[in-house]
């Protein structure tokens, strides 16, 4: 049994003009991954409006989306050592589209189950273009520049996260919900016709994604990307060979689980942080356009995370990043008004450079087993399913603000990892 053998030129001595039109192409998955993920916020004080759900229950929303991860990154690295990066990427697209397909029937009835079931598909598919393109794009050049080259590719990913809220506050949010004590007063009649009514704004947003989604495929399955030999597995791994013999790649697969969570979490309030009378006042449409902000910090951050990782170790700003975001979520949780608007929306800014780099220091010195760590890190994004339940939870009994302590321990991890958990050693 022998490790894949490497064929080819390397990533770091191929055509540049070949892997640049490969990586443009490939950033317009991240663009769109973005879009549909950061939907998701606009959803949840939607759907909690017409189901009339309390934090817990409606944070099932990321709970359905984020446990697909769990459940099809793995498959989706043996997908990957089966057809390829390429053929993942299109399988992935053609899921995605038929998950947004189905939430046309599920806002017809209207069931809350089938929104759900709905966005476990849509998940499944961007778990696959996840598990492909992040190590795709890693190693698509040379490795001293692979941080700064997949927070670029982020960076497309946060350009989709930023204007995702405003589009979808507009079209989903366009009307006010009705008073919830008049809801709850009115017949099954009149209630299934309110719900049917509310449900409708978001048939023609998730039409429209899954044809862009659908046509998408189609262009990428047309187009020839360059292959990656040196991060592909050819038959049998050597003996005594295991992902699980990487203590980087562990760790870091934890960190990856409470990014994900701290930043899903916070997202997933915003809106509803934001209406509250002591923090903004405002509408839970205006209250959805300073969510953009916060995913416009996101994309800021990475744009100008790019360029200074070509300078600066990936560990060194990974880790100031999370102790700058601990300490705005702490600002957030002890102010009001203004002040805990501001410093929770510049949390964005410091999540920009977290998830491209946890994962490029992750997956480092992997060689054939990269497809199978990026599975295992692909698969720690379910921390965006679990821990917003668990704020949810803690919302519901000690308040939306306070909640926000679980997301600053999340941090405080992050930072440990940076300094301390990132570094490889030889697996024993």
Same mark, same amino acid.
């Given at each position: 049994?022998?490790?894949?053998?490497v064929?080819?030129?390397?990533?770091?001595?191929?055509?540049?003009?070949?892997?640049?039109?490969?990586?443009?192409?490939?950033?317009?998955?991240?663009?769109?991954?973005?879009?549909?993920?950061?939907?998701?916020d606009?959803?949840?004080?939607?759907?909690?409006?017409?189901?009339?759900?309390?934090?817990?229950?409606?944070?099932?929303?990321?709970?359905?989306?984020?446990s697909?991860?769990?459940?099809f990154?793995?498959?989706?690295?043996?997908?990957?050592?089966?057809?390829?990066?390429?053929?993942?990427?299109?399988?992935?697209?053609?899921?995605?589209?038929?998950?947004?397909?189905?939430?046309?029937?599920?806002?017809?009835?209207?069931?809350y189950?089938?929104?759900?079931?709905a966005?476990?598909?849509?998940?499944?598919?961007?778990?696959?273009?996840?598990?492909?393109?992040n190590?795709?794009?890693?190693?698509?050049?040379?490795?001293?520049?692979?941080?700064?080259?997949?927070?670029?590719?982020?960076?497309?990913?946060?350009?989709? =996260?930023?204007?995702?809220?405003?589009?979808?506050?507009?079209?989903?949010?366009?009307?006010?919900?009705?008073?919830?004590?008049?809801?709850?007063?009115?017949?099954?009649?009149?209630?299934q016709?309110?719900?049917?009514?509310?449900?409708?704004?978001?048939?023609?947003?998730?039409?429209?994604i899954?044809?862009?989604?659908?046509?998408?495929?189609?262009?990428?399955?047309?187009?020839?990307?360059?292959?990656?030999?040196e991060?592909?597995?050819?038959?049998?791994?050597?003996?005594?060979?295991?992902?699980?013999?990487?203590?980087?790649?562990?760790?870091?697969?934890?960190?990856?689980?409470?990014?994900?969570?701290?930043?899903?979490?916070?997202?997933?309030?915003l809106?509803?942080?934001?209406?509250?009378?002591?923090?903004?006042?405002?509408?839970?449409?205006?209250?959805?356009?300073?969510?953009?902000?916060?995913?416009?910090?996101?994309m800021?951050g990475?744009?100008?995370?790019?360029?200074?990782?070509?300078?600066?170790?990936t560990?060194v700003?990974?880790?100031?990043?999370?102790?700058a975001?601990?300490?705005?979520?702490?600002?957030?949780?002890?102010?009001?008004?203004?002040?805990?608007?501001?410093?929770?929306?510049?949390?964005?800014?410091?999540?920009s450079?977290?998830?491209?780099?946890?994962? =490029?220091?992750?997956?480092?010195r992997?060689?054939?087993?990269?497809?199978?760590?990026?599975?295992?890190?692909v698969?720690?994004?379910?921390?965006?399913?679990?821990?917003?339940?668990?704020?949810?939870?803690?919302?519901?009994h000690?308040?939306?603000?306070?909640?926000?302590?679980?997301?600053?321990?999340?941090?405080?991890?992050?930072?440990?990892?940076?300094?301390?958990?990132?570094?490889?050693?030889?697996?024993?």
């Amino acid at each position: 049994m022998a490790i894949a053998s490497v064929q080819g030129p390397s990533a770091g001595t191929a055509a540049p003009s070949i892997y640049k039109g490969a990586l443009a192409t490939v950033t317009t998955l991240f663009f769109m991954w973005g879009f549909v993920t950061v939907l998701n916020d606009i959803l949840v004080p939607h759907l909690k409006s017409i189901f009339d759900l309390n934090y817990a229950g409606v944070m099932l929303i990321q709970f359905a989306f984020f446990s697909a991860y769990f459940i099809f990154s793995i498959p989706s690295a043996k997908v990957i050592d089966w057809i390829g990066y390429k053929k993942t990427m299109v399988v992935g697209l053609f899921t995605m589209g038929l998950g947004a397909l189905l939430f046309i029937p599920a806002a017809s009835v209207p069931s809350y189950p089938l929104f759900l079931g709905a966005l476990m598909v849509l998940a499944a598919g961007i778990t696959a273009l996840q598990v492909a393109a992040n190590p795709y794009v890693a190693v698509l050049g040379p490795p001293e520049t692979a941080s700064s080259r997949l927070n670029l590719a982020q960076a497309f990913n946060s350009v989709g =996260t930023t204007i995702a809220p405003y589009l979808g506050g507009l079209l989903i949010l366009s009307s006010a919900p009705k008073n919830m004590d008049a809801v709850r007063h009115m017949s099954p009649e009149a209630l299934q016709a309110y719900r049917i009514h509310e449900a409708s704004s978001v048939k023609a947003p998730y039409l429209i994604i899954g044809l862009v989604l659908v046509a998408l495929a189609i262009g990428i399955a047309m187009f020839k990307l360059p292959a990656m030999p040196e991060a592909a597995r050819r038959g049998q791994m050597a003996p005594g060979t295991s992902i699980w013999k990487h203590r980087h790649l562990v760790l870091g697969a934890v960190a990856i689980f409470l990014y994900v969570g701290a930043e899903v979490s916070i997202g997933s309030f915003l809106v509803n942080y934001f209406s509250r009378p002591e923090i903004g006042n405002v509408s839970t449409v205006v209250a959805s356009r300073f969510v953009s902000f916060y995913w416009f910090g996101a994309m800021v951050g990475r744009f100008i995370g790019s360029a200074i990782l070509q300078r600066i170790r990936t560990g060194v700003v990974l880790g100031i990043a999370a102790i700058a975001a601990c300490v705005l979520v702490s600002i957030s949780m002890l102010t009001s008004g203004h002040i805990a608007m501001g410093s929770i929306i510049l949390v964005g800014l410091f999540n920009s450079v977290m998830f491209p780099n946890i994962f =490029t220091l992750g997956i480092e010195r992997l060689g054939p087993l990269t497809g199978d760590g990026s599975g295992l890190l692909v698969t720690a994004i379910v921390g965006g399913a679990i821990i917003p339940v668990v704020q949810g939870a803690l919302a519901d009994h000690v308040g939306i603000q306070h909640a926000f302590i679980l997301p600053a321990i999340c941090y405080l991890y992050i930072m440990f990892y940076a300094f301390r958990g990132s570094k490889p050693e030889l697996p024993a």
